[in-house]
Each structure stands twice: as structure tokens, then as C-alpha cells.
């Protein structure tokens, strides 16, 4: 039975060698943080880590990944979402509809592991993703938070701590 | 009359209902801990009312009847009805009622339409009086159980205190007792004044954030329910075609596939265990298609078609004062310009999906759509069964934009389970529709063109204005009854005199308004701005080319022809005002910087735009400030008010400068994001976003700033150019200086 190793775990599938690392993600092993938006690389939504580096598994066939390949997902950026972007994410309330916001964030995290600090154009060149609701400016303004160690980009925002649900 | 379905179900049974339902969502969707699943957490507790469920452990679970799409009115509405509940903040969660219920409690929750930035502005009044209702009954438990005047205690973040005997109490105590009380009657209950909000008004983060940071956000999408099965569907890529004949038996052994199922007489699908291979074995079937009457449409005759419009003499009127033949015939000097304004489609995020279970007992559908019990009725319908054995559960949708106001791809997820339910009875089956279904079959921004004249007196001052648009009605696809004598009331946004929705905020001496439908074949649907977005551009572009005709500054000209409409003045004022209108902008990069305004009034607010461009010598366009202003009466969240003006700029320009369908021999030729381009990251202005509410009303927020995005840009591309761009979208258009 061919194998992925995926955030962490090696997990068994039976999908078809060509069949996209993606449905592979959602429809073999559940992981369905990660999104259909495009099948075709355009799009982003569904942007996973292979050994740290950002692809598109929308147009990546399982077969290409071999198990010995770390596979990151949404799933696995984090033990419990306190990545330093994703808590960046939440004090900048990022998302609206939130469907590209996996891979927005994976994306980022691959550029911020590779450029701590980027500027504007190495953050326009690599955030290629599409958000259609328009998060682009708080997309990056928490990109440059976590670069620049700030503790606010200054949208004034009034978070309350949740209980726990 | 009386209602059988809610003489069937009484509100015990409404408890009940609610809380077996939680069970079954709880037990197979663990992960819908969010939205939906605040029901489950509600279990047994029995309500205050509608729309507020308190818990013994304090937990408030607020009712949300519109749907969450990114727009902010889930939390939007819970500070609403948390601000009069005066709870605690931080233990508020949401749910959504079900469309089923709703009906058998007669409406208790009223519209869960989602759509036209109507979510808070129209339910306002009724959810604020819910958390009024709900306060004032839990504190009156409190009151009883003291033996005290309720007028003697006092609420403060779920505490209820009564300083004469100095006892304490909270609503998680109290709740029970409070449940059991006969509620207020609505129309006695005195809100709070706006001013004295402490909740409602301020910048809270939203509530809907953590879960779509760390994948745990479950959309339609992402459903999963035991022994679920995929669908992939592709309809006639001629509109009005239909499917001849498929061969079934040529993919039957392809891995995972269980069936082909015709859907309707115009669509097939294909189901499978997993949907990329149900996708694949649709893409191997062979169909035979009966591409219909359509089949020769190409975008020229539709140009044309809408050209004849220009000039055609029945025309319905929109808005008319004075007498617009005697001011044209009468001008010394005529400005007349046509303008265009293409076909393009919503390419919301999560393509159209819908999963549905039907057994001869019952049809439940899970959907992300904007309108609940349009996807409700819709299930009754494609099901055949009645009401009572229907119900549809909504999910936060991956965008909607307008598009998920239709019903189509829930009708054929009903469609495609009552089939396999033939064999499978009760296997949900999951339709999710490709990308490139998803953009050929979509309910397109109607396409329209539009020819305004200008009359001019010897001093440049404008006697008259006929703007006569030619092209689609919205309404003559989705909702032909409601057209009366030849008249769509919608294609007029913006153009009203008067009305409070949509209003024009110029007096001209003489004006006619009117539109020459012309419908093509392509469906038209409500697009985020609608038609407010091509009229403003129409009318904002128009007024400045009339200003550089006679050399008059475009806000000044337009204060002018303001003078009687001080709202949308003010709004204007303000924008141009904090961009620096008068004085010229600084270089950027060397390159000079050319400013251009845009103002309207849709969606009951009142909205301007100044935005600042550069192009370089070759041509190059670069979008490097907008300065935003709105009115929309009261503020409920400013910072999510923010979010959807910084991205109603993404829309709108990507709407300006890329957006596009065209047709070839009847069908949709953009499939994908390759040749229908979105607006990104580095084509992303900087927003700045100036809050003017002046209260005394309730606008809408998450379309009216879309319409003043591309006028605004497309008004300092000609003070940069001096090319008037008058056909959208700017697309591969020259922009090198004139």
C-alpha cells in the first residue's frame, strides 16, 4: 500500500498514482484544511509543504511524492495554531471567508523560512495566492509583523479572551 | 391560516428536534464544532427566546438567521444582540437556526436571506429586541426568585445584582427560570441608544477567525458523513442545450465509480467513492450534446444586440425630471460618450457544492448558501417530499458574492441522492462542481452599454442628462414575474430619485434615465455591487469627462450639481478632503501622481473613493493609494467595516481591470483563473478607510464602496493618460500617454 509521510505520521492510501497529492490530503486521509480552489496551479488554495518548500498539490501526483518526503499541511504548521504567523493571522482578523487562508499561511511560512524579513516585492512575488474577499493588505500586513517582531501592524483591534468551548 | 407544520411541532418538540439534530451532527461531524455545532452545545437547555440560549455554565449561544461568507455579519449581529442582553463578551458563541425550523415556528427568525449588505441593516431592529427580551426575562427570574421589584436590580456582563439586599446572581442561575417566563412583548421593549453601546460599535475581532487559521474551518466542502459519496456533474456548456445521450458503460469499471446519473434533461453526473474520480470518469464520458437554438451566439451579436438598445425608442424610465429633448435641442454644446460593461462571474473561492440524503422519509441537504430557506424550498421541490420531512443545515460559505443566492447546484445534489437513493437508500451523496463548471455555469453580472448626452449652456453649465442604458435585467433571469411593463426597477442602482436604497446624488435641471432591455441567452445573477457598479462607473466617468470639457475641476463641478444632496457631499467631501484633493500628489518613484474621484449611494449607504495613480511611459499602471469614505448611517463593527472596504477595492478593481467572460458560439470561453484573472497581492492598492457615520439610519456595508473602485481609478488614469477608458474591463487597453 503506498505510503505519505505527513505531518509527522506515515499514513497509508489507495489512490491511483496520478491522482493529486491534494485529494489524496482530503479524500484519503481526511486532512481537509487543505483546499480545492483552481486544479490548475493558479490559485493557491491548496499549497502544502514538501520538505519545507511551498507546492501546489492540486497539480502535484501522489506518485512524485516519495514517503520518505515530509509533507506539511495546515494541519501540521502548528501543534495548536500558535504559529507566529497564524497568531499574527488572528490579531489582524485576516480572514474573511477564510477559504484560501490555508494556503495563504503556508505560503507564508515557507517565504518567512526562507527570508525572515522580505520586503514588499519578495512578499508580492511569492504570495501569488488568490483571496476574492480582498484580504491582501491584512495578508501582509501580518506577514510583516512576524518579520519585524512587532506586537500589532495597529488595526486597533479588540480581542477578547474566549472561554474555552 | 393556520400553519400545519407548526400546529405539528410545538416548541418542545422544537427542543427536541433541535437537540436530536445536534446529536447527529455532533456525532458524525466532530469537526463542526463551530457554527453550526453551538446547537449541540445547547443539548437540552431550554431557550430564552429565538434567538438566546444561555447555559448553566454561562455560556450565551446566540441565534444567527443570515449566513457568514466572510462579510463579518455573524459577529456583527451576536454584538447587536449581545450589546442589548448585556452578557459577558467572551462567552458568546453563535448558531444557526435551521430553515426547517424556522417554518415550523412560523418564522420565528424571519429572513435568512443574505445578499444586497442587507444581514444587519434589516434585522437590526428584531435581534436587538430578541436581546432585549431575553435580558429583560432573566432578570426578572432573578427579581422573583428575590422576592424584589425588577426595577430595583441591575445587569452587568451576565451578573444580576440587587444592591438593597446586596445579593448576586448570574443568567447561567437563572436561565432555567427565565426560560419558563412569558416573554415581553416586542414592540414595549425600549432599545438602547447607540450612543450608549459599549458592545455593538466597537472593534471586536471577529468571532469566526481561529478556525479559518488553523484548517479546522468545515465548509461545504470539507463535509464528511458516514458512507458519503462523491458527485461530479457537467451540464450543457450551451446554455438552453441539452444532454442527447451518454455512454454509461465506458467508464463503469473506472475505480470508485458507482453510477452515471442524468440530472435534469441539460446536466450528467458522475458518482463515485472519491470526487477525483468521479471527476475523472467525467471527463471520460462520452456525452452527446443537443447544444440548442444557442449554439451560434457569439459576443459580437450580443454587442450588437445591446447596441441597437442605444438608440432603440421604448426605453423604460428609471428617473426623469424636466424636459430632457428640449434641453438637448436647446444646448450650445453636447458631451455624449457610450460605455461598456462586460459579462463576468462571482469565482467565489469554495466552487458551488451542496451534499444531500434522501430516503422516501426524509431529505436532508447541507449547504453553504446565502439564502436558507431559498435552499429549503428548492429541497422540498427537487425531493417531492413535504415540507415537514425536509430540512436543510447551513455552513459558513467559502465565499458567496451573490452567486450562492440561487438553488441550482442544491436542486441537483437532491436530484443526484433521490437517484442513488434508489439502490443506497439514505447515502449522502456530496455534489462539488470543478472549477471550470464553476465558471460556465455561473449567474454572470449582467452585461449592459450605455450612451450619455450631455447639454451644455454657453457657459458650460449642464442643462441636461440622457443616460439611456442598453442590456441584461438580473431580474428577467431570476425572477421574471417581478418585471412590470418592460421594467427591471434593479437596473436603475444607484440612478433613484430619492427612496433611501439607492440614490443619485445629483440635481440636474433636466433628466431622463432609461433602459432598453435586452436580454441574450447568458443567465444573468446578482453580482457583489450589482448593477451600482456599471452605473456608477457610467455616471462617475461621464461627470468627469463633462468637467474636462469645460475645464471645470471634478469636484468642484460635482459640489455644484450636489448642492441638494448634502449626504453624499459630505461623504465626497471627506474623501477628497483626506487624500489631498487641490494639492498635487507626491512623486512616487519619479513617477508624477494623478488622482481621480468617484462618489455614489447604494445599498442604503453613501460611499466616495479618491485614488491615486502613476503610469509609467510605457504604459504601466500602477494603483498606489485609494482613499475610501462611508456613510452608513450607524457603525456596528468599525474594523470589519474597514475589512470589507479594503476588500471591496480588491473586487472592484480586479472587476475594472481583468474580469471578463465572453461568449463563443453560445457557451462561457473562461474556464479557469488562467484566462479569468483575479486581482493579487501585488496589484493590491494601499486603503485607507475614512468612517463618517452619521447615524439615524442603517446602510449597507459589504458592496456600495465596490462601485466607486473602478470610476475613481479609471478617472485618474485619464488625468495621468488622458485616455478615457469607456469599454471594461481595462484589460491589455493602452494606457500610453495620449
Redesign the interface.
Known sequence: MPKLNVNGKVLDHT??PD??LL?VL???L???????????A??G?CTVHVDGRPVRSCVLPVSAVRPAQKVT???G??PD?NHPL?KA??QN??????????GM?MTAAALLKDKPKPTDAE???A??????????????AAIQQVATGQKSAG?????????A? | MKNPIKAALNRREFMASSAAGALVVGMHLPAL?QGVAAGS?AGTTPEINAWVVVQPD??VIVRIARSE????TLTGLAQLVAEELECD???V?TEYPTPGQNLARDRVWRSFGTGGSRGIRDSQDYVRRGGAAARIMLIQAAAESWGVPVADCTVAKGVISHAGSNRRTSYGKVTGAAAKLTPPVAASITLKDPKTWTLAG?????L????????????G??L?LPGLL?AAIKDCPVFGGKVRSFNAAAIARM?GVKKVVPVGDSAVAVVAD????AKKALDALPIDWDFGAHAGVQQADINAMLKAGLSAEQAAVGNRNGDIQAALAGAVRKVEAVYSYPYQTH?????MNATARYTPQRCEVWAPTQNGEAAFAATVEASGLPAAQCEVYKL??????GRRGGTDYVRQAVAIAKDIAKELPGTPVKL?W??EEDMTQGRYHPITQCKLTAGLDAQGQVTGLHMRISGQSILATVAPQSIRDGKDPVVFQGLNDGGGESMIGYTFPALLIDHAMRNPHVPAGFWRGVNLNQNTVYLECFLDEVAHATNQDPLALRRQLMAKHPKHLAVLNAAAERAGWGQPAPDVKGQKVFRGLAQCHGFGAYVAACAEVSVSAAGELKIHRIVAATDPGHTVNP??I??QV??????GLGAALYEQCTVKDGRIEQQ???TYP?????Q?P??ETVLVPSGGFWGGVGEPTIAVAAPAVLNAIFAATGRRIRDLPLGTQSLKKA
Open positions: 489512490a491511483e491522482t493529486p485529494w482530503r479524500e484519503q481526511g486532512l481537509t484544511g487543505t483546499k480545492y480552489g483552481c486544479g490548475v493558479q490559485c488554495a499541511t495546515i494541519e504548521l502548528s495554531g497564524q493571522w488572528v482578523d485576516v480572514p474573511q471567508c477564510g477559504y484560501c487562508q490555508s499561511l512578499i508580492d512575488a504570495m501569488t495566492n488568490i483571496c476574492r474577499c480582498g484580504t491582501y493588505n491584512r495578508v501582509r488595526l486597533d483591534i479588540v480581542h477578547v479572551v474566549r472561554s468551548a | 464544532a452545545a454561562e455560556k461568507m466572510g462579510q463579518g463578551w467572551a462567552q458563541t466597537k472593534r471586536l475581532a471577529r469566526d477567525t481561529v478556525e479559518k487559521t488553523n484548517g479546522a474551518q468545515v465548509y466542502t470539507d464528511k462523491n475505480p472519491t470526487w477525483w474520480r469565482a467565489t473561492m469554495e466552487v459558513h460559505l467559502g465565499g458567496g458574492f462539488t470543478s472549477r474594523q470589519q474597514e475589512a479594503e476588500g471591496s477595492f480588491a473586487y479557469n483563473f488562467d483575479i486581482l493579487r497581492i501585488h493590491m494601499k486603503v
